[in-house]
Nanobody, 115 residues
Framework: QVQLVESGGGLVQSGGSLRLSCAAS????????MGWYRQAPGKGRELVAM????????NYGDSVKGRFAISRDNAKNTVYLQMNSLKPEDTGVYYC????????WGQGTQVTVSS
């Protein structure tokens, strides 16, 4: 059974930091590219960051470049998102996703940044 379980969300003040984690199981994690997406209230889901299966390439949405960092530990089947200098517009539900032969999604974790 495929599972992607996000954790680490919460309420933080503007300028603060959070670290999200996504624990994967049920598929060969090391062969999948992984990414973080977010969905703000009333808006569509957008890509925040992605990382290739080996970690050799990373890409970020324009709004988070220089503030967020994605990483992965293939030995632990986990992908991380370090979020620094958070802004109120970063508020939303953050989803972990993996893709290769199929696309998998986690259930999401809420991040709320207060001004």
């Amino acid at each position: 059974q495929v599972q992607l379980v996000e954790s680490g969300g919460g309420l933080v003040q503007s300028g603060g930091s959070l670290r999200l984690s996504c624990a994967a199981s049920g598929f060969t994690f090391s062969t999948y590219a992984m990414g973080w997406y977010r969905q703000a209230p009333g808006k569509g889901r957008e890509l925040v960051a992605m990382i290739t299966s080996t970690g050799g390439y990373r890409n970020y949405g324009d709004s988070v470049k220089g503030r967020f960092a994605i990483s992965r530990d293939n030995a632990k089947n986990t992908v991380y998102l370090q979020m620094n200098s958070l802004k109120p517009e970063d508020t939303g539900v953050y989803y972990c996703s993996g893709w290769y032969r199929e696309r998998y999604w986690g259930q999401g974790t809420q991040v709320t940044v207060s001004s």
